[in-house]
């Protein structure tokens, strides 16, 4: 049975909120304020989800997409929405999430490039993307989102000549070399023996982070602001590359001292930009294949790679880094989804090193993490929604922290 309902604001994940009855119903591919008959598709204790049955009236901001596969590949959830107005719901999300737990900031600044034709990175599975909700193929010769490289690969390779299994792409004007496929391979397995549950095991080539690439088939190499970073195909590195030149001027600017620290550093992406600025820097990244990058990326510049967890670096290393270089002048934090890790937190409050630059790609761990920072004495100075991903609900962020 279907309900007529009014869309009220976007919450994070791109769902817009209504209510039935006093009861939240998340409504996927809506604007707000629009009028909408809809029916229930999933019902939980707290709350539905529910689905589009006829927009009885639309917003002004509603617009056709331009993808053939718009709601079915997991990729973009907004493209039914004006780009200037997503832009401002991604805005309010953010605001809301530091409003929901009291922290008070400055007008949020909005960095925007290009909303088309600006992602390098792709994952494939079997030459295809993947339907949202399901393992179902989409085999598409056209991104509208996708960088100029990685359409030409699209165009020109059928998918039933592209790699099986999972691959990586990544494709930019600016990339040595212009494109990237990783070519799939069985990771070895073999039997453990003994054990309580005779296990297998996988079996994976533990790199040295002080040392050559893994692999120079998988190595890519970006020119970013006069600077070349390298990196694996199969590893992370940011998809829209001219946000990236813009993202990397914020975290840098104004930072200069004898020692920085850039907690979960990847492959180096902001030290080969603070190298310059700094006397001293001090990497701390778990993933050591990352490291390997970082090492070469960074070269014979004065600094210190730690291949371990934050948590197991500020328990095992952090007092004796201080001791040997100083304090830190700054530092710069880029951690994963789930924020930042209780003993580095911990320590950033404890030892308060007088500029943070932090950046999120999680609003709700990111505000959870700052309420504890704000707590410890520390004033943000500003807040920056870095628009890596137009045509999607996702967000990213980077806040300017000072110890007072």
């Not at 932090?358 to 004495?377: H, I, Q």
Request: hydrophobic residues 35%; aromatic residues 8%; proline residues 4%.
């Amino acid at each position: 049975m279907s309900t007529t309902i009014i869309a009220e604001k976007m919450v994070f994940g791109g769902d817009c909120l209504a209510k039935i009855d006093g009861k939240n119903v998340f409504v996927p591919y809506a604007v707000p304020g629009e009028k909408l008959e809809i029916e229930t598709v999933e019902s939980r204790k707290d709350y539905d989800i529910a689905k589009i049955v006829n927009i009885v009236e639309p917003s002004p901001k509603r617009i056709t997409p331009e993808c053939p596969y718009y709601q079915k590949c997991g990729g973009c959830n907004l493209m039914h929405i004006d780009y200037d107005f997503q832009v401002e719901l991604r805005k309010k999300i953010l605001s809301d999430c530091f409003e929901k737990y009291r922290i008070e900031i400055p007008e949020i600044e909005c960095v925007t490039s290009q909303n088309t034709l600006y992602r390098s990175r792709f994952q494939l599975h079997d030459g295809a993307l993947e339907e949202r909700h399901s393992n179902e193929k989409i085999y598409i010769d056209h991104c509208v989102i996708a960088d100029e490289a990685v359409n030409a690969y699209f165009a020109s390779v059928k998918a039933t000549d592209r790699p099986k299994g999972r691959c990586h792409i990544f494709g930019s004007k600016c990339a040595e070399p212009e494109l990237s496929v990783s070519i799939p391979h069985e990771k070895n397995r073999e039997e453990k023996k003994g054990g309580k549950n005779n296990k297998k095991l996988k079996h994976y080539i533990r790199p040295k982070y002080a040392g050559n690439i893994i692999d120079p088939s998988t190595c890519v190499t970006v020119n970013i602001l006069d600077k070349k970073l390298s990196f694996d195909v199969q590893g992370f590195f940011q998809s829209n590359i001219k946000m990236l030149e813009k993202t990397v001027k914020l975290v840098t600017d104004g930072l200069s001292g004898q020692n920085v620290l850039d907690m979960y550093s990847g492959c180096g992406t902001f030290s080969v930009f603070l190298e310059d600025k700094f006397n001293h820097l001090t990497l701390v990244e778990h993933n050591r294949a990352a490291l390997v990058f970082a090492e070469q990326n960074l070269k014979l510049k004065n600094h210190d790679s730690y291949g371990l967890s934050g948590e197991k670096w500020v328990k095992e290393n952090a007092e004796s880094v201080i001791k040997q270089n100083g304090p830190f002048d700054a530092v710069v934090i880029d951690p994963p989804r789930s924020g930042m890790e209780k003993a580095v937190l911990d320590y950033l409050c404890r030892t308060k090193p007088s500029r943070i630059r932090l950046l999120s790609c999680d609003p709700v761990t990111n505000v959870r993490d700052l309420k504890f920072l704000v707590e410890a004495g520390y004033k943000i100075k500003r807040v920056f929604l870095l628009d890596f991903y137009p045509q999607t609900s996702h967000i990213e962020s980077l806040c300017y922290l000072e110890s007072e």
